[in-house]
Structure formats: structure tokens, C-alpha cells
């Protein structure tokens, strides 16, 4: 199934398909897929269920611990990085490796959980900044967590108002690197469905 997409005719061959297995074995390391396959064995409801607990645990956990003020701390900031790259591994995952995925029970329930997952990918980045420390307004360094979250939402957003700005060297290429994870997030939300309402059209033929 990896290497022929059922329904379309297609083989995969050459990058894309060095891509997927170098994908697929890095998502084998991920705390989501462990999470899936752990609450799957207890059966589809568990599995669901787990999803959606760790999706909104992740967001709630990371903004707690900003208004703790624990942006300092090595730990959340370790966890911080890593749920940046279990999210973007994930989404790739779900997007690349379509083939091995059911078709969502409810896109309603896919959504909620995306906006989940944004909140996440803000806080997380809000953690970063601080624990830098390379974010300033009106020359003074930003400490503040909740203006940390407001300069990693107008840059998610890729707005940018210039009140905060982010110091010459690791701030610029934080920001940078945080702007084209949003676009790359926005564009990865929109081939999910794309990908799936053209598998709901598509008539699935026999091999």
C-alpha cells in the first residue's frame, strides 16, 4: 500500500518514496503514534478518546505552565521542541502517508482538534522565545508570557505589528523558522482535506 495509491493508479517511486520510509520510521519514535498504537490495542473508541485527550492536554499543559512562569526551565522547554516536532511529524504523516489512514469519522471532530493543535504550536513557541530569551519591546526584554503569546499569534498569524520584535541572530531565525511552519500547517491542513474529499469521489478499483 505504501508504494501504490489504491483508486488512483498511482506508483511511487524515487524521492517520494525515500521520503515516506525515512517518514514513516521517524514517526515510530513519536509520542502520537505510540499514544495510537498503546490506546488501540483497547480498541477504536480507546484509541479516539486518547487522541483527543493528548491533543487538548498538550495546549492547556504548555499555557500552564507559561503563567507558572517555568519558561526558564530546561524540561519545558526540552518538551516544548518536542511537541513542535511531534505535531509537524504527525500532520506530515497523516497528509504523505494517506494510504494507511481511514478516512476521518468526522471533519468536524478533525477540525476541532487542528485548532487544538494551533494553540499548541503557539504555546510551544511561546516557550522557545522566553526560554531564549530573544524577544524585545521598546528595547527592554520581553519576560512576559502572555507577551510572548501574543508575538508567537501575530507571527503564526504571519501579521507581525512590530510592537515586540525579535533580536538580530537565534530571534530572527526563530520567527522565520515559525512563519513558514504556519504556512507549511495551513497548507498541510488544506491537502488533508483536499486528499480526503477526493477519496470519498474517487471509485475504488480492484488491483
Known sequence: ??????????????????LLIALSLFLMAMPTMALRWLSGRAGLPARKS???FYA???????????????????????????????????????????????????????LILLAFNFVEFIAAFSVIYLHLGCLTSSGQPVTGWSDAFYFSTVTAATVGYGDI?????????LATIQIFASIGFMAMIVAYFVSNVERERTPIRDA
Open 56 to 110: 487538548v492536554f498538550k495546549p492547556i499543559l504548555l499555557i500552564l505552565c507559561l503563567w507558572a512562569g517555568f519558561a526558564s526551565r530546561l524540561w519545558l522547554f526540552c518538551t516544548a521542541v518536542l511537541f513542535v516536532i511531534d505535531l509537524y511529524a504527525y500532520l506530515m504523516g497523516i497528509v504523505l502517508l494517506r494510504g494507511f489512514w481511514v478516512r476521518p469519522a468526522s471533519y468536524s471532530r478533525s
Open 165 to 173: 520584535t525579535p533580536l538580530p541572530g537565534i530571534g530572527r531565525m
Open 1 to 18: 500500500m505504501l508504494w501504490h495509491r489504491k483508486g488512483k493508479g498511482e506508483h511511487i517511486f524515487g524521492i517520494e518514496r525515500a
Open 50 to 52: 486518547a487522541i483527543e
